[in-house]
Structure formats: structure tokens, C-alpha cells
């Protein structure tokens, strides 16, 4: 199934590495439609975004950061959360402010960065200053010794600023620390809801993105890891299967619905058809075990958050759409030529440039590993029911369980049980639903 021009979900990696496969087959229990709402509505909400400043910034924290602020809680009020930006700060493992983004922690991964006298990526020393450069939109890429391509998403925290149409310059209301928070006509502060439990802030009431905290006491809920970590790998492109080390083209269920082995292997690599027709539980499984040294793992809810509200705060596009991946044959890069992917593709990626992470708009549809747990027939069927499986796996460090309304058994779609899912989410913080959408009907 061929997906439309908005942002999908990806695969990743924590703590050293992220993957990408890419699906054909109908998957109901993917988050459910509301998921899927969100997710429109999120290209919707940054789409042609005006943008985010060094002096917005620092105007907004005057307003945002006073520690005498009266905020008055009211959940029966609403704001519209259509018309948003996205500000980012670079943060420490002790979630202090910094200047400068923490350092990639390669473990064993090779550092590679963009030559475009050859338009294309050479080996490079950890220590080149050219490497990367976040305040230039140039991201931190490196290979694994399979070739396969990842790009670092730093430990940061973000606030949402909403404003009230595309013009942004009325400031309606803000997601901070504090929670979700309106703007009163006559400036006072409303309190919509609290954040969860567990999410964290910084000093100035940005929110820890909760794919780089510990989230044990949680017990995940939040999409968090075992501990604090620096950053994340995320896969450049969406995943590829190679036979042997020469590239298989997955053209349907019987060659692509397989476990990785010694002789298969998913790689992350550009200019060629990504995996697809494949189960969410193979997804699972080979997203586990491409690298059990560095943990990878198919990615949830909070990591393709990470990438993408990185992805469009300044440090990113600053606001503007990527560009569709619309090529038909679903080519990693939209091309079948490298150059192409670096020259004439580059719009395509995460920051609009060659260093981004690629394939996010357009090309197949991606699965993330995070569910509805309704009862839904297909979790089992689709997700498998061993202890190492996708569904079965009683391990929710490495997936997002949603809660669903208490009528809702999964058997049957219902545009209220839909609704209420949706709006079960209005705490959460990073996972680019609630926060970044609004109610929308999905058919």
C-alpha cells in the first residue's frame, strides 16, 4: 500500500542504533486510527510553519519561564492546536541546558560525512570538525560495518508554542513542563491537563523528549529506556533486504514475510526498493535482531517523535515540508542513483539536506511498535503470541501499549470509541499525537 504525502512512522534503534521497514500489508492495530489522524494532522500543524528564531525563543521565555505564573486548571477547556512550532534545546544526561549538542557515541559504528565534490559520504575521524554541525542543519551520520547507513538524533528537550492561524504571531497557548497550557484573552493561564508521570523537564520547563530518559518507574509508559541516554541512531533510509549481500527486491509475501538469517540481512542503504511485504511481528523480529550489541529494536511511538519534532525545529527544516519520496517503485531516496538521492532528493529528507534521515514523506508505509490493546484479533495474528513475539512479548521497554475506552473490544470500528482513544492520549508528551493535533475524524 502506497502511503500519502504526510509524515509516517519509523523504525529505531535506541541507545546505538534504529531501523526501517517498510509494509504493504493492512495493519488495523497500528496505534489505531487515531493514530493515523494525528499523525495527518501533524503535517498539517508544522506544514509552512514561520518559524522559530534565536529571538522568538528568548521573547517566549520571557513570558513562558516566570516562576510566579498563575496557571488555573480547567480540563473542560480547549485550544487549537492546528498552527504550532517546535523549539528545541541541546540538554545534558542531567537535563541541564547546553550550548552545544552531547557528543554521538559511535560504539563501534564508522563516522562518515558528506563530500560534495563526489556527492557522496566518505570515512571520516571522530574528531573532524566537519563531521557534523547542528546549528548548520548538517546531522551526524555514521555506517555500521554491514554498510547500512544511521543518523544521530542528540538528547534534547522541546516546548510546543500554538498559535492561532498560519500567520503565527498570536500566541494562543503553549505544552511545556507544566503541562498543556491556554492563553487567555485577558493573558491569564489555563491549565488544559498535566503531563504524565514520569516526563520530565528541564530548569526552563521544556519537556526531556522521553525517548532519551530513564522511564523504568513508569514501567515504559512514557516510551522512555532503561536509562538516560545521550542520543539515539535512527536508520537513514527505510530498511532493504540483501541475499548474500546483493539486494532482493521484496515484491510480495513469499519473499517478503521472513525472519532475518545468515543469509538474509535488513540494511539501511539508498537507491534501492525497500522491505515490504512483511508482518508487523517479522518487523519485530528483525528490527530486535539485526543488532543485539548495540539493542536494536523497532522503533516506538517516543523515537519517531524525537526525529520528528528535531526534524522541524531550526536545527532541522525550521518548519517547512519535506518533500515526497513519490517514486512508484519504492526506492530508498527516492532514486535509483545515488547522486540523485544527495543532489536533486535532498528536500526529501529530515533537515533538507544530504544529512538527514530520509524517506519520512512518501515511498511505503512504516510500522512503529506500539499498539491499542482492545482485544483486537489481528494484535495476535499479526503480532504472534510467543513470549519473544511482538504481541506476546510481555516486555513493554521495547513498545508503546495504548489505553483504549473501556467499550472499545476491538471488534468492530467506532468513530466515539476512535474519539475517545485518542483523547486517552491528551497526557503524553514526545509521541506526536496529542500535542502536536486536533480531534480529527479518520474513515
Not at 520571557?62 to 485550544?79: A, H, P, R, T
Not at 524517506?359 to 483486537?376: K, R, T
Request: negative net charge; charged residues 20%; proline residues 1%.
Amino acid at each position: 500500500m502506497e502511503k500519502n504525502n504526510n509524515l509516517t512512522k519509523i523504525i529505531i534503534v535506541t541507545a546505538v542504533i534504529i531501523i526501517i521497514f517498510v509494509l504493504t500489508i493492512i495493519l488495523i492495530f497500528f496505534i489505531s486510527s487515531y493514530y493515523k489522524k494525528a499523525n495527518n494532522n501533524y503535517n498539517m500543524l508544522i506544514d509552512n510553519n514561520i518559524l522559530e528564531d534565536d529571538d522568538n525563543q528568548n521573547e517566549n521565555d520571557k513570558i513562558f519561564q516566570e516562576e510566579n505564573l498563575v496557571i488555573i486548571d480547567n480540563s473542560n477547556e480547549s485550544i487549537n492546536r492546528k498552527y504550532g512550532r517546535i523549539e528545541v534545546v541541546w540538554i545534558d544526561e542531567n537535563n541541564n541546558v547546553i550550548e552545544k549538542p552531547l557528543e554521538p557515541s559511535l560504539g563501534g559504528l564508522t563516522p562518515i560525512k558528506f563530500n560534495s565534490s563526489i556527492n557522496n559520504f566518505q570515512v571520516v575521524q571522530s574528531n573532524d570538525e566537519e563531521w557534523y554541525n547542528y546549528d548548520e542543519q548538517k546531522w551526524a551520520n555514521a555506517i555500521n560495518s554491514d554498510g547500512s547507513y544511521f543518523v544521530w538524533i542528540p538528547r534534547y528537550a522541546y516546548r510546543i508554542i500554538y498559535y492561532s492561524n498560519e500567520n503565527y504571531s498570536n500566541i494562543i497557548g503553549f505544552c511545556d513542563g507544566r503541562g498543556l497550557i491556554k492563553i487567555n484573552d485577558d493573558g491569564s493561564f489555563t491549565r488544559i491537563s498535566k503531563n504524565n508521570t514520569g516526563i520530565r523537564e528541564t530548569s526552563n520547563h521544556y519537556i526531556v523528549a522521553p525517548a532519551f530518559s530513564k522511564d523504568t518507574a513508569s514501567g515504559y509508559r512514557n516510551g522512555g529506556w532503561s536509562k538516560d541516554l545521550s542520543g539515539i541512531w535512527v536508520a537513514k533510509y527505510e530498511m532493504s533486504m540483501e541475499t548474500n549481500g546483493i539486494h532482493t527486491d521484496t515484491i510480495n509475501i513469499d519473499v517478503g514475510n521472513i525472519t532475518i538469517n545468515d543469509n538474509i540481512k535488513a540494511v539501511s542503504k539508498p537507491a534501492v526498493s525497500s522491505w515490504r511485504n512483511i508482518s508487523i511481528n517479522n518487523c519485530y523480529l528483525n528490527s530486535f535482531y539485526y543488532d543485539r550489541n548495540r539493542d536494536s529494536h523497532l522503533m516506538k511511538s517516543s523515537e519517531w517523535g524525537a526525529i520528528a519534532y528535531l526534524s522541524y525545529s531550526k536545527y532541522g527544516t525550521n518548519g517547512r515540508s519535506i518533500q515526497c519520496n513519490t517514486n512508484s517503485n519504492y526506492l530508498t531516496g527516492g532514486s535509483t542513483t545515488i547522486t540523485s538521492v544527495y543532489l536533486s532528493n535532498k528536500g526529501q529528507s529530515s533537515n533538507g539536506n544530504e544529512t538527514g534521515v530520509y524517506d519520512l514523506v512518501g515511498g511505503a508505509w512504516e510500522y512503529i511498535a506500539a499498539y491499542i490493546d482492545n482485544g483486537y484479533t489481528g494484535l495476535s495474528l499479526y503480532g504472534g503470541n510467543l513470549d519473544t513475539d511482538f504481541y506476546g512479548s510481555k516486555n513493554s521497554k521495547y513498545k508503546t501499549i495504548y489505553n483504549h475506552d473501556s467499550q472499545d473490544t476491538g471488534t468492530l470500528y467506532n468513530q466515539v470509541y476512535s474519539n475517545n482513544n485518542y483523547s486517552l492520549s491528551l497526557r503524553n508528551r514526545g509521541d506526536a499525537i496529542y500535542e502536536i493535533s486536533n480531534m480529527r475524524i479518520w474513515k
